[in-house]
């Protein structure tokens, strides 16, 4: 079953045009992957999804509805979780309050105790306000605060960024707790190597188009793909 389908959408901040006619879809229980450099359009496409900028053209399809023009509460509490590249965490509420918080405004949450059961850091570190936390532990947060809210569809804003790469590590792993169970991702990131462990499909998005989409492998032993668009030799492709 198809859980989420952009057609043909065109996206702009004022008079600036940025997405130009990018489609993509998503599967029930798929993890795809939007790669793309600096200013590709990867949050722009986020934001799309979620009603933050919605798209003038095209349409955006989520479970059968369209969705485009629907605020951003709406689609949360339709189960669509977005968590952006900087990270909202609630600066000066401890972890656990933070948790509690979106545990609260969801209809059907999970136990926060399973939050902690996946990110056994954050278990640690309950008790201290989430501004003295490191990036890595604020962005296990925040996607503790998005999954604690059971969603149907999950948005991950390159979630790698600023991270140290042992932290990196530390976060695919959780992740891939995550992604077994039944949540459809779709994941952004520069980091290819990260969203290749954790995908099986994606899409290469240059200047606000899609320029190339297929499986995991097909991306990593296209030499061209990686070198112009993700900026990446194939030596560095693990
Ligand atoms: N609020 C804004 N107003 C005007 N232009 C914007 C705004 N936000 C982004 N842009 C422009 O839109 C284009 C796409 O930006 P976007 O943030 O979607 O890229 P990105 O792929 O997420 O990049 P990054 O990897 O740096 O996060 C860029 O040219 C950027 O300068
Ligand atoms: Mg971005």
Known sequence: M?????????????????????????????VVALLGRNGAGKTTTMRSIMGVTP?????I????????GKSPDK?????????PEDRRVFPTLSVQEN????????????????MYELFPILDELRTSDAQN???GEQQMLAVARALVQRPSLLLL?????????VIVDDLQEMLQAVVDEDVTVLLSEQNVNFAFELATRGYVIDTGSIVFEGSVEEIQSRE???????????????
């Open 75 to 83: 689609l949360n509490e339709r189960g669509i979780n977005l968590v």
């Open 99 to 114: 948790l509690v918080l979106a545990h609260k405004l969801a209809a059907d949450p999970k136990p926060i105790e399973e």
């Open 61 to 68: 399809v989520y479970r059968g509805e369209n969705i485009v």
């Open 133 to 135: 936390l490191s990036g």
């Open 157 to 165: 804003d390159e979630p790698t960024e600023g991270l140290a790469p």
């Open 55 to 59: 798209p003038r053209r095209g349409s």
């Open 224 to 238: 061209d793909l990686l070198e112009k668009y993700l900026a990446v030799s194939p030596e560095e492709v693990a």
């Open 2 to 30: 198809t859980v989420l389908e952009l057609d043909d959408i065109d996206t702009y901040y004022g008079n600036s045009h940025v997405l130009h006619g990018v489609s993509l879809e998503l599967a029930e229980g798929e």
